[in-house]
Protein backbone atom coordinates (compact mmCIF):
# COMPACT_ATOMS: atom_id res chain seq x y z
CA UNK A 1 0.00 0.00 0.00
CA UNK A 2 2.61 2.46 0.71
CA UNK A 3 4.92 1.54 -1.81
CA UNK A 4 1.80 1.75 -4.16
CA UNK A 5 1.56 5.50 -2.74
CA UNK A 6 5.34 5.95 -3.52
CA UNK A 7 5.12 5.01 -6.62
CA UNK A 8 2.24 7.47 -7.56
CA UNK A 9 4.23 10.32 -5.76
CA UNK A 10 7.09 9.13 -8.04
CA UNK A 11 4.75 8.97 -11.35
CA UNK A 12 3.38 12.69 -10.87
CA UNK A 13 6.78 14.21 -10.01
CA UNK A 14 8.39 12.86 -13.56
CA UNK A 15 5.14 14.33 -15.20
CA UNK A 16 5.67 17.68 -13.39
CA UNK A 17 8.77 17.40 -14.26
CA UNK A 18 8.56 16.37 -18.03
CA UNK A 19 6.07 19.63 -18.27
CA UNK A 20 8.52 21.59 -16.81
CA UNK A 21 10.80 20.80 -18.95
CA UNK A 22 8.31 21.29 -22.60
CA UNK A 23 7.62 24.59 -20.98
CA UNK A 24 11.32 25.59 -20.71
CA UNK A 25 11.87 24.16 -24.30
CA UNK A 26 8.76 26.15 -25.71
CA UNK A 27 10.31 29.13 -24.18
CA UNK A 28 13.31 28.49 -26.55
CA UNK A 29 11.64 27.48 -29.42
CA UNK A 30 9.90 30.39 -29.23
CA UNK A 31 12.41 32.71 -29.63
CA UNK A 32 13.06 30.44 -32.59
CA UNK A 33 16.28 28.96 -31.92
CA UNK A 34 17.60 26.80 -34.57
CA UNK A 35 21.39 25.30 -35.00
CA UNK A 36 24.39 24.92 -37.25
CA UNK A 37 25.75 21.06 -37.98
CA UNK A 38 28.22 20.13 -39.81
CA UNK A 39 31.89 18.00 -40.79
CA UNK A 40 35.07 18.71 -40.61
CA UNK A 41 37.66 16.66 -42.81
CA UNK A 42 41.37 16.06 -42.93
CA UNK A 43 42.57 16.44 -46.51
CA UNK A 44 45.41 14.12 -47.62
CA UNK A 45 47.44 11.40 -45.61
CA UNK A 46 46.87 12.20 -41.79
CA UNK A 47 50.34 12.90 -40.35
CA UNK A 48 51.92 9.75 -38.15
CA UNK A 49 51.06 10.77 -34.18
CA UNK A 50 53.83 9.85 -32.19
CA UNK A 51 53.20 7.10 -29.53
CA UNK A 52 53.63 8.68 -25.67
CA UNK A 53 56.52 7.52 -23.60
CA UNK A 54 54.70 7.77 -20.44
CA UNK A 55 57.38 6.37 -18.11
CA UNK A 56 58.40 8.64 -15.75
CA UNK A 57 55.13 7.37 -13.88
CA UNK A 58 54.46 3.79 -13.83
CA UNK A 59 50.95 4.32 -12.81
CA UNK A 60 50.29 5.63 -16.31
CA UNK A 61 52.26 2.91 -18.35
CA UNK A 62 49.83 0.36 -16.26
CA UNK A 63 46.79 2.15 -17.32
CA UNK A 64 47.13 2.05 -20.53
CA UNK A 65 48.91 -1.31 -21.48
CA UNK A 66 45.79 -1.98 -23.23
CA UNK A 67 45.71 1.22 -25.64
CA UNK A 68 48.91 2.94 -25.96
CA UNK A 69 48.73 6.59 -26.04
CA UNK A 70 49.49 8.78 -29.10
CA UNK A 71 49.93 12.50 -29.48
CA UNK A 72 46.59 14.22 -29.73
CA UNK A 73 47.57 17.16 -32.26
CA UNK A 74 45.72 16.16 -35.12
CA UNK A 75 43.56 13.13 -34.58
CA UNK A 76 41.44 11.80 -37.89
CA UNK A 77 38.96 9.33 -37.74
CA UNK A 78 38.71 6.38 -40.55
CA UNK A 79 36.14 8.46 -42.23
CA UNK A 80 38.45 11.55 -42.65
CA UNK A 81 36.45 13.53 -39.98
CA UNK A 82 38.93 15.60 -37.98
CA UNK A 83 38.63 15.51 -34.63
CA UNK A 84 38.80 17.97 -31.82
CA UNK A 85 38.18 21.20 -34.29
CA UNK A 86 36.10 24.39 -31.80
CA UNK A 87 33.69 25.93 -33.89
CA UNK A 88 31.66 29.17 -33.37
CA UNK A 89 30.01 32.40 -34.12
CA UNK A 90 32.45 35.11 -35.18
CA UNK A 91 31.75 38.75 -33.32
CA UNK A 92 28.50 37.07 -31.32
CA UNK A 93 26.40 39.61 -29.72
CA UNK A 94 23.68 37.72 -28.70
CA UNK A 95 22.71 37.03 -24.88
CA UNK A 96 24.85 33.82 -23.00
CA UNK A 97 23.54 30.58 -24.21
CA UNK A 98 20.22 29.63 -22.74
CA UNK A 99 21.26 26.59 -21.19
CA UNK A 100 24.57 26.35 -19.84
CA UNK A 101 25.48 22.94 -19.16
CA UNK A 102 28.54 22.51 -16.58
CA UNK A 103 31.23 20.87 -18.76
CA UNK A 104 33.81 17.82 -17.35
CA UNK A 105 37.50 17.99 -18.04
CA UNK A 106 38.96 15.16 -16.73
CA UNK A 107 42.38 13.65 -16.12
CA UNK A 108 41.91 10.06 -17.07
CA UNK A 109 44.86 7.21 -17.88
CA UNK A 110 46.88 10.17 -17.81
CA UNK A 111 45.39 12.32 -20.31
CA UNK A 112 43.12 15.19 -20.94
CA UNK A 113 39.34 13.53 -21.66
CA UNK A 114 38.34 15.53 -23.59
CA UNK A 115 41.30 16.73 -25.50
CA UNK A 116 39.86 20.20 -26.15
CA UNK A 117 36.91 22.22 -23.94
CA UNK A 118 35.11 24.69 -25.62
CA UNK A 119 33.63 27.21 -23.30
CA UNK A 120 31.63 30.26 -23.23
CA UNK A 121 33.03 32.85 -21.65
CA UNK A 122 31.84 32.83 -17.99
CA UNK A 123 30.50 29.47 -18.64
CA UNK A 124 31.44 27.09 -15.28
CA UNK A 125 33.51 23.92 -16.10
CA UNK A 126 34.66 21.02 -13.52
CA UNK A 127 38.23 20.01 -13.96
CA UNK A 128 38.23 16.03 -12.27
CA UNK A 129 40.70 13.79 -12.13
CA UNK A 130 39.88 9.70 -12.16
CA UNK A 131 43.82 8.30 -11.63
CA UNK A 132 45.13 7.23 -8.98
CA UNK A 133 48.11 8.72 -9.47
CA UNK A 134 48.50 13.12 -8.59
CA UNK A 135 48.41 15.40 -11.43
CA UNK A 136 48.29 19.03 -11.22
CA UNK A 137 46.09 21.00 -13.54
CA UNK A 138 48.21 24.12 -14.72
CA UNK A 139 46.79 26.74 -17.47
CA UNK A 140 48.26 29.03 -19.11
CA UNK A 141 46.66 32.13 -20.14
CA UNK A 142 48.35 34.64 -21.16
CA UNK A 143 48.24 37.03 -18.02
CA UNK A 144 47.12 39.87 -19.71
CA UNK A 145 44.17 38.37 -20.90
CA UNK A 146 42.32 35.80 -17.94
CA UNK A 147 44.29 35.05 -14.90
CA UNK A 148 45.98 31.38 -14.60
CA UNK A 149 46.51 29.33 -12.01
CA UNK A 150 47.86 25.57 -10.39
CA UNK A 151 46.25 23.25 -8.29
CA UNK A 152 47.09 19.74 -7.33
CA UNK A 153 44.90 16.68 -8.45
CA UNK A 154 45.67 14.20 -5.99
CA UNK A 155 44.09 10.33 -6.19
CA UNK A 156 40.53 11.18 -4.80
CA UNK A 157 40.68 15.29 -4.88
CA UNK A 158 37.51 16.59 -5.11
CA UNK A 159 36.41 18.18 -8.42
CA UNK A 160 37.59 22.12 -9.34
CA UNK A 161 34.82 25.14 -10.47
CA UNK A 162 36.44 27.38 -12.29
CA UNK A 163 35.70 29.64 -15.47
CA UNK A 164 36.98 32.18 -17.69
CA UNK A 165 36.57 35.43 -18.22
CA UNK A 166 37.88 36.63 -21.71
CA UNK A 167 38.06 34.81 -25.01
CA UNK A 168 41.31 32.83 -25.39
CA UNK A 169 42.77 29.89 -26.45
CA UNK A 170 44.37 28.57 -23.31
CA UNK A 171 46.73 26.07 -23.20
CA UNK A 172 46.47 23.64 -20.53
CA UNK A 173 49.77 21.63 -18.90
CA UNK A 174 50.21 19.31 -16.23
CA UNK A 175 53.84 19.70 -14.83
CA UNK A 176 53.87 16.36 -13.54
CA UNK A 177 53.28 14.68 -16.33
CA UNK A 178 54.32 16.73 -19.52
CA UNK A 179 52.68 15.23 -22.37
CA UNK A 180 49.56 16.02 -20.52
CA UNK A 181 48.46 19.04 -22.92
CA UNK A 182 45.01 20.47 -23.96
CA UNK A 183 42.79 23.22 -24.50
CA UNK A 184 40.21 25.22 -22.95
CA UNK A 185 39.20 27.62 -26.10
CA UNK A 186 37.17 30.49 -24.95
CA UNK A 187 34.79 32.11 -27.08
CA UNK A 188 31.90 34.34 -26.88
CA UNK A 189 28.67 32.63 -27.74
CA UNK A 190 27.41 29.35 -28.05
CA UNK A 191 30.34 27.01 -29.28
CA UNK A 192 31.09 22.88 -30.44
CA UNK A 193 33.83 20.76 -30.99
CA UNK A 194 33.86 18.03 -33.41
CA UNK A 195 33.33 14.03 -32.07
CA UNK A 196 35.28 11.49 -32.93
CA UNK A 197 34.07 11.55 -36.88
CA UNK A 198 34.29 15.34 -37.05
CA UNK A 199 30.60 15.68 -36.90
CA UNK A 200 29.65 19.07 -34.43
CA UNK A 201 26.40 20.63 -33.89
CA UNK A 202 26.00 24.41 -32.72
CA UNK A 203 23.22 24.61 -30.41
CA UNK A 204 20.93 27.47 -29.59
CA UNK A 205 21.54 29.56 -32.93
CA UNK A 206 18.62 32.11 -33.13
CA UNK A 207 17.80 33.14 -36.92
CA UNK A 208 20.39 35.01 -38.60
CA UNK A 209 23.46 35.42 -40.77
CA UNK A 210 26.16 34.47 -39.43
CA UNK A 211 29.90 33.36 -39.83
CA UNK A 212 31.05 30.30 -38.45
CA UNK A 213 34.73 30.21 -37.31
CA UNK A 214 36.90 26.78 -37.16
CA UNK A 215 39.81 26.62 -35.09
CA UNK A 216 41.83 23.60 -35.15
CA UNK A 217 45.30 23.95 -33.15
CA UNK A 218 47.97 24.97 -32.87
CA UNK A 219 46.67 28.29 -34.56
CA UNK A 220 44.41 27.26 -38.00
CA UNK A 221 41.31 29.02 -38.34
CA UNK A 222 38.67 28.72 -41.18
CA UNK A 223 35.45 30.44 -41.94
CA UNK A 224 32.59 30.02 -43.55
CA UNK A 225 28.74 31.67 -43.85
CA UNK A 226 25.52 30.16 -42.83
CA UNK A 227 21.82 31.36 -42.53
CA UNK A 228 19.86 30.20 -39.52
CA UNK A 229 16.40 29.74 -39.84
CA UNK A 230 13.97 30.10 -37.40
CA UNK A 231 13.89 26.53 -35.55
CA UNK A 232 16.10 25.38 -38.90
CA UNK A 233 19.47 23.92 -39.00
CA UNK A 234 22.21 25.26 -41.16
CA UNK A 235 25.12 23.09 -42.48
CA UNK A 236 28.68 24.73 -42.56
CA UNK A 237 31.13 21.72 -43.76
CA UNK A 238 35.64 22.47 -43.45
CA UNK A 239 38.23 20.67 -44.63
CA UNK A 240 41.79 21.07 -43.13
CA UNK A 241 45.17 19.98 -44.31
CA UNK A 242 47.21 20.52 -41.48
CA UNK B 1 87.74 36.51 -37.27
CA UNK B 2 85.86 33.87 -38.83
CA UNK B 3 85.45 32.33 -35.57
CA UNK B 4 84.71 35.36 -33.53
CA UNK B 5 82.21 36.23 -35.75
CA UNK B 6 80.59 32.94 -34.87
CA UNK B 7 80.91 33.70 -31.58
CA UNK B 8 78.52 37.15 -31.83
CA UNK B 9 76.24 35.45 -33.89
CA UNK B 10 75.44 32.87 -31.12
CA UNK B 11 75.77 35.12 -28.62
CA UNK B 12 72.92 37.44 -29.94
CA UNK B 13 70.86 34.74 -31.08
CA UNK B 14 70.54 33.13 -27.70
CA UNK B 15 70.38 36.82 -26.06
CA UNK B 16 67.69 36.84 -28.62
CA UNK B 17 66.25 33.88 -27.96
CA UNK B 18 65.77 34.06 -24.28
CA UNK B 19 64.42 37.70 -24.55
CA UNK B 20 62.08 36.40 -27.05
CA UNK B 21 59.20 35.10 -24.76
CA UNK B 22 59.29 37.94 -22.16
CA UNK B 23 59.12 40.27 -24.94
CA UNK B 24 56.04 38.70 -26.74
CA UNK B 25 53.68 39.16 -23.55
CA UNK B 26 54.85 42.63 -22.80
CA UNK B 27 52.86 44.33 -24.04
CA UNK B 28 51.82 47.78 -22.22
CA UNK B 29 52.79 50.96 -23.13
CA UNK B 30 54.18 54.09 -21.43
CA UNK B 31 51.38 55.94 -21.60
CA UNK B 32 48.96 52.75 -20.55
CA UNK B 33 51.27 52.26 -17.44
CA UNK B 34 51.63 56.07 -16.38
CA UNK B 35 47.82 55.99 -15.96
CA UNK B 36 48.50 54.05 -13.33
CA UNK B 37 50.90 56.47 -11.69
CA UNK B 38 48.37 57.08 -8.84
CA UNK B 39 48.50 53.67 -7.27
CA UNK B 40 49.62 53.48 -3.55
CA UNK B 41 50.24 50.65 -1.13
CA UNK B 42 49.19 50.39 2.59
CA UNK B 43 51.64 48.57 4.66
CA UNK B 44 53.85 48.73 7.79
CA UNK B 45 51.24 51.62 8.65
CA UNK B 46 52.46 53.97 5.97
CA UNK B 47 50.89 54.47 2.82
CA UNK B 48 52.81 54.24 -0.46
CA UNK B 49 53.16 56.74 -3.53
CA UNK B 50 54.24 55.76 -6.96
CA UNK B 51 56.64 58.73 -7.41
CA UNK B 52 58.17 58.38 -4.07
CA UNK B 53 59.67 55.24 -5.23
CA UNK B 54 60.73 56.11 -8.60
CA UNK B 55 64.56 57.21 -7.45
CA UNK B 56 65.05 54.21 -5.94
CA UNK B 57 63.61 51.97 -8.93
CA UNK B 58 65.58 53.56 -11.21
CA UNK B 59 68.53 53.55 -8.97
CA UNK B 60 68.10 49.62 -8.09
CA UNK B 61 65.40 47.91 -9.52
CA UNK B 62 66.09 49.10 -13.52
CA UNK B 63 68.77 46.99 -14.10
CA UNK B 64 66.72 43.59 -13.90
CA UNK B 65 62.82 44.38 -14.04
CA UNK B 66 63.24 46.93 -16.55
CA UNK B 67 62.24 50.59 -17.05
CA UNK B 68 58.52 49.07 -18.15
CA UNK B 69 58.76 46.81 -15.21
CA UNK B 70 58.71 44.02 -18.49
CA UNK B 71 61.58 41.71 -16.57
CA UNK B 72 63.85 43.74 -19.60
CA UNK B 73 66.43 45.00 -17.95
CA UNK B 74 70.02 44.95 -19.50
CA UNK B 75 71.14 42.45 -16.87
CA UNK B 76 68.45 40.27 -17.32
CA UNK B 77 69.43 38.79 -20.62
CA UNK B 78 72.89 37.51 -18.59
CA UNK B 79 70.21 35.72 -16.35
CA UNK B 80 70.01 32.16 -17.14
CA UNK B 81 67.50 29.32 -15.43
CA UNK B 82 67.26 27.37 -14.24
CA UNK B 83 70.39 28.05 -11.95
CA UNK B 84 69.66 32.16 -12.36
CA UNK B 85 65.44 32.65 -12.83
CA UNK B 86 64.81 35.22 -15.07
CA UNK B 87 63.32 38.28 -12.97
CA UNK B 88 59.73 39.32 -12.15
CA UNK B 89 57.68 40.62 -14.97
CA UNK B 90 55.61 43.42 -12.96
CA UNK B 91 53.31 43.78 -15.96
CA UNK B 92 51.89 40.30 -15.77
CA UNK B 93 50.66 41.27 -12.01
CA UNK B 94 51.78 37.38 -11.52
CA UNK B 95 53.66 36.77 -8.37
CA UNK B 96 55.60 33.71 -6.48
CA UNK B 97 55.31 35.08 -3.04
CA UNK B 98 51.73 35.00 -1.97
CA UNK B 99 49.40 34.39 1.36
CA UNK B 100 46.68 34.24 -0.81
CA UNK B 101 45.36 31.56 -3.36
CA UNK B 102 46.12 30.27 -6.60
CA UNK B 103 45.14 32.56 -8.68
CA UNK B 104 44.70 35.93 -7.04
CA UNK B 105 46.76 38.79 -6.48
CA UNK B 106 48.93 39.36 -3.26
CA UNK B 107 48.70 41.35 -0.67
CA UNK B 108 50.71 44.85 -0.19
CA UNK B 109 52.21 42.85 2.58
CA UNK B 110 53.04 40.51 0.64
CA UNK B 111 55.09 41.90 -1.67
CA UNK B 112 56.57 44.29 0.83
CA UNK B 113 57.52 41.20 2.77
CA UNK B 114 59.20 39.39 -0.86
CA UNK B 115 61.23 42.28 -1.17
CA UNK B 116 62.71 42.82 2.52
CA UNK B 117 63.47 39.12 2.17
CA UNK B 118 65.18 38.85 -1.34
CA UNK B 119 64.89 35.21 -2.99
CA UNK B 120 67.92 33.15 -2.30
CA UNK B 121 68.76 30.95 -5.24
CA UNK B 122 68.37 34.25 -7.56
CA UNK B 123 69.96 37.27 -8.40
CA UNK B 124 67.23 38.99 -6.95
CA UNK B 125 69.20 40.96 -4.05
CA UNK B 126 67.97 41.30 -0.24
CA UNK B 127 66.62 45.36 0.45
CA UNK B 128 66.09 44.94 3.94
CA UNK B 129 68.70 47.74 4.25
CA UNK B 130 65.83 50.26 2.77
CA UNK B 131 63.69 52.04 5.55
CA UNK B 132 60.09 50.47 5.50
CA UNK B 133 58.56 53.57 3.97
CA UNK B 134 60.90 53.19 1.04
CA UNK B 135 59.93 49.68 0.99
CA UNK B 136 56.03 50.47 0.75
CA UNK B 137 56.68 53.30 -1.91
CA UNK B 138 58.62 50.33 -3.77
CA UNK B 139 55.32 48.50 -3.28
CA UNK B 140 53.13 50.85 -5.17
CA UNK B 141 55.81 51.00 -7.94
CA UNK B 142 55.70 47.08 -8.45
CA UNK B 143 51.83 47.08 -8.54
CA UNK B 144 51.44 50.01 -11.18
CA UNK B 145 52.83 48.14 -13.87
CA UNK B 146 50.51 46.03 -14.26
CA UNK B 147 46.12 46.83 -14.52
CA UNK B 148 45.46 43.80 -12.52
CA UNK B 149 46.04 45.67 -9.46
CA UNK B 150 42.98 47.81 -11.09
CA UNK B 151 41.01 45.80 -12.21
CA UNK B 152 41.34 43.04 -9.39
CA UNK B 153 41.50 43.22 -5.41
CA UNK B 154 44.15 40.98 -3.34
CA UNK B 155 42.76 37.67 -2.84
CA UNK B 156 41.73 36.92 0.85
CA UNK B 157 44.98 35.63 2.64
CA UNK B 158 44.97 31.55 3.90
CA UNK B 159 43.85 31.09 7.45
CA UNK B 160 46.62 29.40 9.23
CA UNK B 161 45.80 27.76 12.78
CA UNK B 162 48.25 27.97 15.46
CA UNK B 163 51.14 26.03 15.33
CA UNK B 164 50.62 22.89 17.47
CA UNK B 165 53.02 20.98 19.44
CA UNK B 166 55.77 18.65 17.33
CA UNK B 167 55.19 15.26 18.29
CA UNK B 168 56.59 11.89 16.99
CA UNK B 169 53.29 10.79 15.57
CA UNK B 170 52.48 14.18 14.00
CA UNK B 171 55.88 13.49 12.17
CA UNK B 172 55.03 10.09 11.15
CA UNK B 173 51.33 12.05 10.23
CA UNK B 174 53.36 14.12 7.55
CA UNK B 175 55.24 11.51 5.95
CA UNK B 176 51.94 10.02 4.98
CA UNK B 177 50.55 13.32 3.76
CA UNK B 178 54.11 14.11 1.64
CA UNK B 179 53.71 9.92 0.26
CA UNK B 180 49.37 10.97 -0.23
CA UNK B 181 49.84 13.89 -2.27
CA UNK B 182 52.71 13.36 -3.82
CA UNK B 183 55.13 16.37 -3.36
CA UNK B 184 57.78 13.06 -4.30
CA UNK B 185 56.77 13.50 -7.78
CA UNK B 186 59.10 16.68 -8.44
CA UNK B 187 60.86 17.67 -5.06
CA UNK B 188 61.98 13.60 -4.44
CA UNK B 189 61.04 11.01 -1.65
CA UNK B 190 64.41 12.36 0.15
CA UNK B 191 63.24 16.07 -0.72
CA UNK B 192 66.36 16.20 -2.52
CA UNK B 193 64.49 18.32 -5.93
CA UNK B 194 65.13 14.45 -7.97
CA UNK B 195 61.93 13.10 -8.31
CA UNK B 196 60.69 11.27 -11.82
CA UNK B 197 58.99 14.64 -13.28
CA UNK B 198 61.65 16.82 -11.98
CA UNK B 199 63.87 17.08 -15.02
CA UNK B 200 60.92 18.38 -17.62
CA UNK B 201 59.77 21.27 -14.97
CA UNK B 202 59.27 24.36 -16.96
CA UNK B 203 58.35 27.75 -15.36
CA UNK B 204 54.90 29.87 -17.36
CA UNK B 205 57.51 31.20 -19.66
CA UNK B 206 59.10 28.27 -20.65
CA UNK B 207 61.90 28.44 -19.18
CA UNK B 208 63.22 25.15 -16.89
CA UNK B 209 62.88 25.45 -13.60
CA UNK B 210 64.34 23.38 -10.90
CA UNK B 211 62.16 21.68 -7.65
CA UNK B 212 63.44 22.86 -4.23
CA UNK B 213 65.91 20.64 -2.81
CA UNK B 214 65.10 20.74 1.00
CA UNK B 215 68.48 19.13 1.84
CA UNK B 216 70.96 21.38 0.44
CA UNK B 217 70.85 24.31 3.16
CA UNK B 218 69.51 27.03 0.98
CA UNK B 219 66.11 28.89 2.20
CA UNK B 220 62.53 28.62 0.88
CA UNK B 221 61.70 32.02 -1.31
CA UNK B 222 58.64 32.77 -0.02
CA UNK B 223 60.25 32.36 3.80
CA UNK B 224 61.62 30.22 5.76
CA UNK B 225 59.49 29.87 9.14
CA UNK B 226 57.21 27.27 9.38
CA UNK B 227 54.45 29.34 9.00
CA UNK B 228 55.83 30.38 5.48
CA UNK B 229 56.44 26.64 4.36
CA UNK B 230 52.29 26.19 5.28
CA UNK B 231 51.67 29.15 3.25
CA UNK B 232 53.59 27.79 0.20
CA UNK B 233 51.93 24.94 -0.16
CA UNK B 234 48.39 26.20 0.48
CA UNK B 235 49.60 28.79 -2.04
CA UNK B 236 51.32 27.56 -4.69
CA UNK B 237 54.21 30.13 -6.52
CA UNK B 238 52.46 31.38 -9.11
CA UNK B 239 53.83 31.57 -12.70
CA UNK B 240 55.83 28.06 -11.40
CA UNK B 241 54.98 24.49 -11.91
CA UNK B 242 54.71 24.06 -7.63
CA UNK B 243 50.76 23.90 -7.31
CA UNK B 244 48.08 24.63 -4.73
CA UNK B 245 46.90 21.67 -2.14
CA UNK B 246 44.53 23.83 -0.64
CA UNK B 247 41.74 21.70 -1.53
CA UNK B 248 43.57 18.44 -0.53
CA UNK B 249 45.44 19.22 2.55
CA UNK B 250 43.32 19.61 5.82
CA UNK B 251 44.67 23.00 8.17
CA UNK B 252 45.98 20.06 10.77
CA UNK B 253 47.56 17.84 8.51
CA UNK B 254 49.19 21.30 6.51
CA UNK B 255 51.05 21.17 9.72
CA UNK B 256 52.10 17.49 10.02
CA UNK B 257 53.39 17.87 6.35
CA UNK B 258 56.08 21.18 7.62
CA UNK B 259 56.79 18.97 10.73
CA UNK B 260 58.14 15.92 8.06
CA UNK B 261 59.49 18.74 5.84
CA UNK B 262 61.51 20.32 8.35
CA UNK B 263 63.20 16.24 9.19
CA UNK B 264 65.19 16.97 5.59
CA UNK B 265 65.83 20.47 6.13
CA UNK B 266 69.79 21.09 7.05
CA UNK B 267 68.21 23.95 9.89
CA UNK B 268 68.34 23.03 12.78
CA UNK B 269 64.88 22.18 14.37
CA UNK B 270 62.80 20.31 16.57
CA UNK B 271 61.21 17.99 14.26
CA UNK B 272 64.77 17.15 13.33
CA UNK B 273 65.74 16.17 16.60
CA UNK B 274 62.70 14.32 17.11
CA UNK B 275 62.97 12.68 14.00
CA UNK B 276 66.95 11.24 15.00
CA UNK B 277 64.48 8.59 16.79
CA UNK B 278 62.34 7.93 14.63
CA UNK B 279 64.32 6.35 11.88
CA UNK B 280 61.65 7.38 9.22
CA UNK B 281 61.99 5.04 6.10
CA UNK B 282 61.51 7.41 2.29
CA UNK B 283 58.16 7.04 1.51
CA UNK B 284 57.98 4.82 -1.79
CA UNK B 285 57.41 6.17 -5.35
CA UNK B 286 55.76 3.49 -6.10
CA UNK B 287 52.61 3.51 -4.07
Not at chain 1, 121 to 138: E, G, R
Request: net charge neutral.
Amino acid sequence: MKRQRNFVALVSTIVLLCCGALLLNQKVSAAGEGKITGNVKFEGAPPHMRGIDMSKDPWCVKANADHPQHLENVVVATNGGLENVVLYIDGWSGDATVEKTVPVFDQKNCMYTPHILGLDVNQTFKVTTSDQTAHNIHPLPNPMINVGWNQSQPPGAPPIEKSWKNPEVIPVQCNIHPWMHGYFVVVKGPVAVTDDSGNYTIENVPPGTYTVKAWHEPDTTQTAKVTVSAGGSATANFSFNK
Amino acid sequence: MRTRLHKWFLLLGAAAFFALPLTSRAQLTTEDIASRDNMESHVAGYTGHVQDAAYDYRRYCVGCHGDMGDANGEVAQWLLPPMWPKPRNFQLGVFKCRSTPTGTLPTDDDLFNAITRGFDRSAMPIWNQFTKYQRANLVAYVKHFSPRFVTEKPGTPISIPPEPEVTPERIKAGREVFARVQCWKCHGVQGMANGPSASTLQDDLGFPIAAFNFTDGTRPKCGDTDEDIYRIFMTGLDGTPMPSFADNIKPDEAWDLVFYLRTFMQQPSKAKEIAKTLNLKPVSANP
